[in-house]
């Protein structure tokens, strides 16, 4: 359930982007000639999109045959595109164009979205590797140091203004780049407008537009709504509720980590003092009695919650949600008082080319027309369906985004249990911090050494 839950929640959460764990639409895009910022890298808008795209249509391959293994069926895919007309899917919509220019065939392989890497793995065992494969907070860089994914400077032009260059940074390993993708997008908390209003609060789009919208502030607003309406003893609405997978999301939104992916390698972050500081205020925000999170929503009954009313932020609700009963806003996480540079916390999905894949350089073709024909083509259906303030947020030139790859260790599900558990017990951070620190270093020795 964990693995699941975690790959609608960490995406752009809006409804129009979610197939099982389809994140084509988290990567959306500046438009009229804005720049991406990610972590300090910056990337033009497209001065040389036209050009690529008449090189990319004369390109002949020999072996227009690929293969990629996907969680979701054509089925799934036909019935997204009937709810969300015009969205475009980076896989089957891909595949179409690539068919057509290429002739050939993609053949997709499917899988439930936690057997994808273990398939992968088993058809590179037989000979029968994959060509692209996705890349995701929950696969990489473990991909790249496993050789699952092999470097893609060999077959593509990883300086082609099409890709965002920190996407590109976020997809690195030990020097080498594995994954192309578009600009990243924010993890956003969906709110509950209403509810704040009627409560005499400003809302957390209203501290945002401030330059106000931080922990304190997320804890001011999630404390203030929290309580029992109906005066039976217990707590039946919430400020905050999400999957069980949200506390590394807040500790990189205040600069600090599980696991801290550096040049040299990925170490322990989980004794930093800004991990250390976030976690104290998580504790805070989960405890009970005192506390505003409910921690009994994150098997996913919070969206019930959320839609209801009785919950008054939340990561995963759909967005904008026309058939909502009260009105809706949307903010990127608050940022933590260790986050000096006010990084949002992101996420990037890339594209790469199998180890041992049989046609590599029909893999980069593919991949290659996810930017140039499909970009302008996500960009369309953002401008024309997205609500105006998600829109802004996504085309601010100033964002600088933190791109989260803390979920990659073997073991993390159990780890980040553990730790939850103990800040719902009420250890010390410093303590708990201290407890699971060697945990931590030792999935990081079995899955990177």
């Known amino acids: ?207 945002y537009e401030n ?3 931080n922990f304190d502030a997320f804890e001011m607003l999630g404390s203030e709504v929290t309580e029992d309406t109906d005066g039976d003893g217990e707590i039946d609405q919430w400020g905050f509720g999400t999957w069980g997978q949200w506390p590394p999301l807040f500790l990189i939104s205040n600069g600090g980590h599980f696991v801290n992916f550096t040049d040299e390698g990925p170490k322990s972050g989980l004794k930093e003092p800004a991990t250390i500081e976030a976690l104290d205020y998580m504790q805070r925000w989960i405890k009970q009695p005192g506390g505003f999170i409910n921690r009994n929503g994150q098997d996913g009954s919070f969206l019930e919650d959320f839609k209801n009313g009785k919950l008054a932020m939340c990561m995963g609700a759909p967005f904008p949600d026309p058939e909502s009963e009260f009105e809706r806003g949307a903010v990127p996480m608050p940022i933590g008082p260790s986050n000096a540079e006010k990084f949002v916390v992101g996420n990037a999905d890339a594209y790469g080319i199998a180890t041992g894949a049989a046609n590599p350089e029909g893999a980069m073709a593919y991949i290659n027309l996810i930017g140039q024909f499909g970009k302008p083509l996500m960009q369309e259906y953002n401008i024309n369906t997205l609500d105006e303030d998600v829109l802004a947020i996504i085309q601010n030139p100033d964002t600088n985004y933190a791109i989260s790859m803390d979920f990659n260790l073997t073991n993390i599900w159990g780890l980040l249990w553990g730790i ?5 017990d009420g250890v010390p951070a410093a303590t708990f911090a201290e407890k699971h620190d060697p945990g931590i270093i030792d999935a990081i020795s079995k899955t990177y050494e």
């Open 211 to 213: 330059g106000e919208w």
């Open 420 to 424: 939850t558990q103990d800040m719902i």
């Open 1 to 207: 359930m964990f693995k699941k839950a975690f790959a609608f929640f960490v995406a752009l959460v809006i409804a129009a982007g979610l197939i099982g764990c389809n994140k084509s639409e988290d990567e959306k895009e500046k438009k009229d000639g804005t720049e991406s910022k990610t972590q300090g890298m910056t990337t033009e808008a497209e001065p040389e999109k036209e050009a690529a795209t008449e090189a990319e249509t004369e390109l002949t391959l020999d072996n227009p045959n690929i293969k990629i293994v996907i969680h979701y069926t054509e089925d799934k895919y036909k019935e997204n595109q009937a709810n969300f007309p015009g969205q475009y899917d980076s896989f089957y919509d891909t595949a179409a164009e690539f068919e057509s220019r290429y002739g050939g065939k993609v053949k997709f392989i499917v899988e439930p979205w936690e057997k994808i890497t273990e398939k992968i793995v088993a058809m590179q065992s037989s000979r029968d590797a994959p060509d692209v494969v996705s890349l995701h907070s929950q696969n990489f860089p473990m991909s790249a140091a496993k050789g699952i994914v092999q470097p893609i400077e060999q077959y593509g032009d990883v300086d082609d203004p099409v890709w965002d260059k920190g996407t590109l940074k976020a997809y690195r390993w030990k020097g080498e780049h594995y994954g192309l993708g578009l600009n990243p997008s924010p993890v956003l908390i969906i709110y509950n407008k209403t509810l704040f209003e009627n409560y005499g609060l400003m809302t957390p789009g209203e501290y």
